[in-house]
Structure formats: structure tokens, C-alpha cells
Nanobody, 123 residues
Framework: QVQLVESGGGLVQAGGSLRLSCAASGRTSSTYAMAWFRQAPGEEREFVAAISSSTYYADSVKGRSTISRDNAENTVWLQMNGLKPEDTAVYYC???????????????????WGQGTQITVSS
């Protein structure tokens, strides 16, 4: 099993920045791919960014977000800049022991999930 714990969420004004962290523990050999998803109230959980041997981004965050990881620390980060009110959501960290690069955006690719951290962007 893999445990994922997110941190770094909060309230920020539009145009501001936040850096989310996700620490993995347990069977970290099963974290070949790690990703961030988000879910706004009343909406489906949607893909934000992923990292394996490549990085992937949703169009909605591309150019203003960066996903990175430190395998030695079993940690992945999501740096988000130029935040918009529509970025308001609960952000979830996810991990997978392998990843089909064609389907990096699919929730079903990821076996492990954190509890989420809230980002609220005020206008």
C-alpha cells in the first residue's frame, strides 16, 4: 500500500501562487507515476498534471504550472502561478506503479489517492 499526504493548499488572491506538496510513504516502489487531480464543488474530478518519465499537463494549467518530484524524498510538488478563481478546488495527489502514456489523464490509471488539500482563489 501507498499512503499519500498533500499539503500546501490555502486561500490566495487571483494572480497569486501556491506550491502543493505530496509525500508518499509505504510501498513507494509503486509510485512510478504521480499526478495531481482537482475537484470543484459539483464537478467531476479532473486531471491537472502528472509526472513519470515525462510530464503532462491539462490545457487549463499549462504554462502556469510545474510538476516536479524528488524520488529520494518520495515527494512530488505542483507549483501553480497566475492562479484564477476557476482554479478553486480540492486538489488530490495520486500515484500509480505504471502508466500508459496515452491515458495519463484518466483517474482509473492511478491506484492510490490522497485525502486532498483545498485551494481557494479569491477574485
Amino acid at each position: 500500500q501507498v499512503q499519500l499526504v498533500e499539503s500546501g493548499g490555502g486561500l490566495v488572491q487571483a494572480g497569486g501562487s501556491l506550491r502543493l506538496s505530496c509525500a508518499a510513504s509505504g510501498r513507494t516502489s509503486s509510485t512510478y507515476a504521480m499526478a495531481w487531480f482537482r475537484q470543484a464543488p459539483g464537478e467531476e474530478r479532473e486531471f491537472v498534471a502528472a509526472i513519470s518519465s515525462s510530464t503532462y499537463y491539462a490545457d487549463s494549467v499549462k504554462g502556469r504550472s510545474t510538476i516536479s518530484r524528488d524520488n529520494a524524498e518520495n515527494t512530488v510538488w505542483l507549483q501553480m502561478n497566475g492562479l484564477k478563481p476557476e482554479d478553486t478546488a480540492v486538489y488530490y495527489c495520486a500515484a500509480a506503479p505504471f502508466l500508459d502514456g496515452r491515458y495519463y489523464y484518466r483517474k482509473a490509471q492511478y491506484a492510490y489517492w490522497g485525502q486532498g488539500t483545498q485551494i481557494t482563489v479569491s477574485s
